[in-house]
Every structure is written in structure tokens, then in C-alpha cells.
């Protein structure tokens, strides 16, 4: 039976695109080439300031993304000038503009700009392809780099120090017809550039916008672009929901067009160990609360743990799915006999306070003294490299274990090693794991949330440690390394069990859920506030009870197939057992889209100072903190 996608647009809302990206930069781009090769018009919006993603289109094409071109693409930089496109004007800026009235000297180091004797610039050598980059002191004393792609967009990059002593930042943007279409203003504090000031221009010069933050910014890029679609079906998908979620309130649906907003959920909000009755973090809460009550249409979980948790946190409603990751399955793989079996592997990010790398090095320290033949090799980039390259130094480790550059051959690797590991705190779903199974490489992992017990099976493919515990995870790498006919019986095996993440199941999970959502359409409730005002509260401390009574006021677009289905409840987070409790609510009314009840209600206060009182209304849900006592 065939996979049909509804017709319609399909956006991807996306910071940028870059080279050797990780796990969710590949998902993104799989369930586009999925959508490409369905015959569905697919963009991807590109918020990011960097032109190297223009060479990552490249580098996507030949490395498992063939369907992808820049046709597929707009992105922010182009998008007030021009869409990109192979037949631009080149106009350069800068130091390129005047360079025929310059003494250029070709050296080992790159190119040297003179006029009048004098040494006014030098250009940097770049590692990556179609760059160039420029660099000069400028006559009031200011830092400047001009920085240029094959592709003739360019930025202008200026630092200098105020009177204060306070260093500053202007950037400028030029699109390929060669005006300033974009600039930014920062201030170096905390060790970091911070954004003041975001101004977009027209060809005159003027100021067309101006922004605060960039997240405002990339938002009204979003909403503006998919606003500007014609009419029809337009299918968007938000992947870093933190990034990018409050645009999506400002997509709206008119003439003629009908939007569905879907978020992809690649890590869980859930703060503390990760439970569904913790507090969501903070940073996101707001978001997730969106998701589900107002902004969009869908919530899309990467494993089934994830959907059951959100399930319990938020209810069970139809917007929320599970489409696993999907991985390349090879046909056929390198046999488990030839194999190094003294040989571990890592390949991600270099990111300590989610990968926890060191865990590893520090657990091979233990595991090279019982197996000294053994040794571990880590692939990958990122900012914790530095940190890793001292502990190996600092634990004498150098000779077992090894980090390697960052590689594209991922498949080569799983397939000369007899095992792999993962120790992240935690995943949305590890890409790591899957990639590991289907190339035949059992994988010792921590037992993080989410995703090994989804590919996992503890003693057949795998084995699964205690999170955090290095002892354990030291023991389980050293039981691989002494047990190599278990380890091919476990290999064996992964190649089997890694199926449910095959291509065919991929694409049907991801058909269901947006025809699902065309038939959910007209029944979805819109919420966008919920006030509560309490005109009374007592607290007990005798019988440890709080009771209430006030107005709950709600703010949104409620169909008629909707109304009279809603539900208002107490939860305690943090709290066993029930985890909420119905408020009484005796009238409502309504006056176009603000909504009232009159509510009371009591419950066990347990020392708790603030429960948060939820509403659910036709697979929405909303909730708000309240305090109990000041």
C-alpha cells in the first residue's frame, strides 16, 4: 500500500544549515527529502546570519540528502534582497569594491592589500570552501573583518572600544545586488556578544524594522514568509520549539489558506530526573504549553516513553504523536569476524553537559587496567573538545584512548568497532544509538531519557548502565571486551531489532500524522490566555486543606463542534499518587472569544505554597501557577 502526503506546502522553520551538523540538522533534513520525493513542495527557512550553510546544501547532497537543492532553500540573508538563485549580479563591498586600485601581493599566508606603500589589509585563509576573509585596522582604530562568499553575499564585521572602555560590535549584511539589507549591534558582557539592536533596511537606506533580540527577528522572517504563501494547504514544522514557537502565533490563516503548525520535540521540558510530574523547565514551559493548548496542531515525540510521560503530564489528546527517527539500514555489512573486538567507539557532538564524554574517558581509565589491548576511539567536534584533550592528558590515557576529527563515514566506523557507547544525561532520541544498531554495533548506554529502551533490548543487543554510574559503565565496557562470541550474538541481533527504524515505517507514521491532522482541523480549539482571580482562599492548617473560589477567564476561538467539552482541574507536581483533583464550576459565559467560569474547590495542601490549575477543552490544554498562600 502506498504513502500519501496531503497536498499542500511543507515549510521547515530551521536556524541554519551547516556542515557536519548533528543528529536533529539530519532528521530535519530526512523527513524533507522524504516530503521531496513525494512530490510536495518543500522550503526550508533559514534564519542564521552564516552564508557557509550555502555550501552545506552541497555537502547534504552527496552525503545522504540527495534530494535537496537550493531551490529548496530562503534564507534570511537573501530574503530582503533576492531569493537565492544560480544567476545573481556580483557586486562586492568593502575592501573587494576598491581592490583594483590596490597592490595586491600574493604570499604562503593568503593575499596582502597595499596602497601607497602601506599595508592595509590581509586576507585569511579559509577552511572552508568559497570563503574569504578580510582583515585590517581601520583609520579610527577599529577591528574589521569583511567576510565574503563565492555566492556574493558578505557581511562587514567592525569591533571597537567605547569611551568606557566597553567593546561593541557592528555587523552588516549585503545582499548580491549590494546594499545593506540587515545589521546588528552588540555589547561584549559576560564573556559573550549580546544583541542591542537588529535593523532591517530597504534599497533607500531606511530603516524598515527594527528588533531588540534576534528571537523576534527570526520570528517575524517566519511568520512573514508563510503569511505571504498563497493559498492552500501549508504544513510548518518547528523543530527547536524553544527557537522558534512564538512566531507561530503569528501565522494566521486567511485568504483562502489553511495552516498547520507541527512541533517536533527532539528533548523533553521536563526538568528534575526527567519525570512527567516534575517542573517543566522553565525555559520551555511556556512553549509546551502552547504546543498543546493554542499555537499548534501537533506534537511530535521521538520515542514511546516520551509520548507516554507527556501523556500523563498533559492528558490524552490526539495532538500528541510518535514518529521515531528513521536511520539508513545497509544492505550489507562488514562481517562481525573481521572486526577490531578490542575496539570502542563514540561519534557526536562535543558537548559535556549533555554527551558527559568525560564520563567515558574517566570510565576507560578503569577499563584499559583490565584490558590493556583495549582502546577507544571518539569522533566528533564541539566546544568540550579542549576540556577533553587536558583530561586524557591529565589520566596518562593517551595511548587507549584517542579523539578523532569529526568524520562523515559513520557507517565505516560503527562497522570497524565491536561496540559503541553513549553516556548522555539525555536525548529527545538518540540518532547515535540507531545509526550504531543498524551497522551491526551493540551499544553500552547509559539509561538516560529518551531513547535506549526504545533500541535497546538490556543483554541482546546491547546493554544498558545506570545513569551516571562510571563504575558500572567501566564493569559493562570490560564484560564487551571479554566476552566477544556474546558480542557477535548481540551484533547479530541489533542488525534485526534496528528494523522498527526502517525507512517504511518512517514515512507511513509520518502520513498518518499530518492526515490526521487534516481531519482534526475543524474541530481544534485556539486558546491563547487564562487569567485566574481567586475572591477567596483559606487555608486550614489543622486539617492541612485550602479551599477556593473565584473566576477563571480564558482568551481564544472556540468552535462550535467544541463547545460544552471542557474540563477544569488542580495538579501537584512533585506529587504521587492522584495527580489532580476537578474544580467545582458551576456557570460560564461567553462573549465572543473570552470565556468565563466561576470555580471553587479544595484539596490537600501538603505545605505546598502553589499548585498550577489546568483547563482542557477539546485537545487543548492551558495551565497557570496559582499561589495558595503569600
Not at 561593541?168 to 546588528?184: I, V
Not at 555589547?187 to 524598515?208: L, Q
Not at 558537548?351 to 584499559?368: M, T, Y
Not at 529502551?453 to 551516571?468: E, R, T, W
Request: charged residues 25%; glycine residues 6%; hydrophobic residues 35%.
Amino acid at each position: 500500500m502506498s504513502v500519501v502526503f496531503p497536498e499542500g506546502n511543507y515549510i521547515f522553520c530551521w536556524g541554519g544549515l551547516i556542515m557536519n551538523a548533528g543528529g536533529m540538522t539530519r532528521a530535519m533534513l530526512k523527513r524533507a527529502c522524504t516530503l521531496i520525493r513525494a512530490g510536495r513542495d518543500v522550503t526550508i527557512l533559514c534564519a542564521a546570519r552564516s552564508m557557509e550553510q550555502l555550501n552545506g546544501v552541497e555537502h547534504y547532497q552527496q552525503n545522504g540528502y540527495p534530494e535537496i537543492s537550493r531551490k529548496n532553500f530562503v534564507i534570511r540573508e537573501a530574503w530582503e534582497g533576492e531569493r537565492l538563485s544560480d544567476n545573481r549580479t556580483h557586486h562586492e563591498v568593502g575592501i573587494l569594491a576598491r581592490s583594483d586600485t590596490l597592490c595586491v601581493e600574493l604570499t604562503n599566508k593568503g593575499k596582502v592589500y597595499w596602497q601607497d606603500g602601506v599595508e592595509l589589509a590581509r586576507e585569511i585563509p579559509s577552511q572552508t570552501p568559497g570563503k574569504r576573509e578580510i582583515r585590517y585596522t581601520s583609520p579610527a582604530g577599529e577591528s574589521v573583518a569583511e567576510v565574503y562568499w563565492e555566492d556574493s553575499l558578505s557581511r562587514i564585521i567592525t569591533d571597537y572600544v567605547d569611551d568606557k572602555g566597553t567593546k561593541h560590535r557592528r555587523e552588516r549584511y549585503f545582499a548580491p545586488n549590494g546594499f545593506c539589507h540587515t545589521a546588528f549591534e552588540s555589547v561584549w558582557t559576560n564573556n559573550t556578544w549580546n544583541i542591542t539592536s537588529i535593523r532591517s533596511f530597504d534599497e533607500t537606506a531606511h530603516t524598515v524594522e527594527e528588533f531588540k533580540d534576534y528571537s523576534p527577528f527570526r520570528q517575524r522572517f517566519f511568520s512573514s514568509y508563510v503569511n505571504e504563501c498563497a493559498a492552500g494547504q501549508i504544513f510548518v514544522f518547528c523543530d527547536p520549539i524553544l527557537d522558534f514557537e512564538p512566531g507561530f502565533s503569528k501565522m494566521h490563516e486567511r485568504d483562502g489558506k489553511t495552516i498547520y503548525k507541527i512541533g517536533v520535540n527532539h528533548g523533553v521540558g521536563f526538568g528534575g530526573e526527567r519525570n512527567w510530574n516534575s517542573v517543566i523547565n522553565p525555559r520551555i514551559r511556556d512553549n509546551i504549553e502552547k504546543v498543546v493548548a493554542s499555537t499548534m496542531d501537533a506534537l511530535v515525540l521521538l520515542t514511546k516513553q516520551a509520548n507516554e510521560d507527556f501523556r500523563k503530564r498533559l492528558g490524552g489528546r490526539d495532538v500528541l504523536f510518535t514518529v521515531p527517527n528513521t536511520v539508513r539500514i545497509p544492505k550489507e555489512i562488514r562481517p562481525f569476524s573481521t572486526r577490531d573486538l578490542n575496539r570502542a567507539v563514540y561519534i557526536g557532538r562535543f558537548d559535556e553537559n549533555q554527551k558527559q564524554i568525560s564520563h567515558l574517558i574517566r570510565a576507560f581509565a578503569i577499563v584499559c587496567k583490565r584490558h590493556p589491548d583495549a582502546h577507544l576511539h571518539i569522533f566528533g567536534r564541539g566546544a568540550s573538545e579542549a576540556e577533553y584533550r587536558r583530561l586524557i592528558q591529565e589520566l596518562d590515557l593517551g595511548r587507549w584512548v584517542i579523539l578523532e576529527p569529526f568524520t562523515n563515514d559513520v557507517e565505516g566506523e560503527y562497522q570497524k568497532a565491536a561496540f559503541s557507547v553513549s553516556c548522555s544525561s539525555f536525548e529527545g532520541h538518540s540518532l547515535s544509538v540507531c545509526e550504531s544498531l543498524a551497522n551491526g554495533c551493540p551499544v553500552v548506554s547509559y539509561d538516560y531519557k529518551y531513547g535506549p529502551q526504545d533500541g535497546i533490548a538490556n543483554g541482546k543487543n546491547g546493554l544498558l548502565v545506570k545513569l551516571n554510574d562510571i563504575e558500572m559503565l567501566a564493569d559493562k565496557i570490560c564484560w564487551m571486551l571479554a566476552h566477544p562470541k556474546k558480542v557477535e550474538e548481540m551484533s547479530e541481533n541489533a542488525r534485526v531489532m534496528v528494523d522498527q527504524y526502517h525507512e517504511r515505517f518512517y514515512n507511513s507514521n509520518w502520513a498518518d500524522v499530518l492526515n490526521a491532522l487534516v481531519l482534526q482541523h475543524p474541530y481544534r480549539t485556539h486558546l491563547t490566555d487564562m487569567q485566574v482571580q481567586l475572591s477567596q482562599k483559606t487555608y486550614t492548617p489543622i486539617l492541612n486543606k485550602f479551599t477556593f473560589s473565584g473566576v477563571l477567564t480564558v482568551l481564544g476561538s472556540v468552535p462550535k463542534a467544541a463547545e460544552g467539552m471542557e474540563r477544569i482541574y488542580l495538579r501537584l507536581y512533585n506529587h504521587d499518587g492522584s495527580d489532580y483533583s476537578i474544580i467545582d464550576c458551576s456557570s460560564k459565559a461567553a462573549d465572543g472569544e473570552t470565556h468565563s467560569f466561576n470555580i471553587s474547590g479544595k484539596l490537600s495542601a501538603e505545605r505546598k505554597k502553589r499548585v498550577t490549575i489546568c483547563l482542557e477543552w477539546n485537545n487543548c490544554f492551558i495551565e497557570r501557577d496559582m499561589a495558595l498562600w503569600d
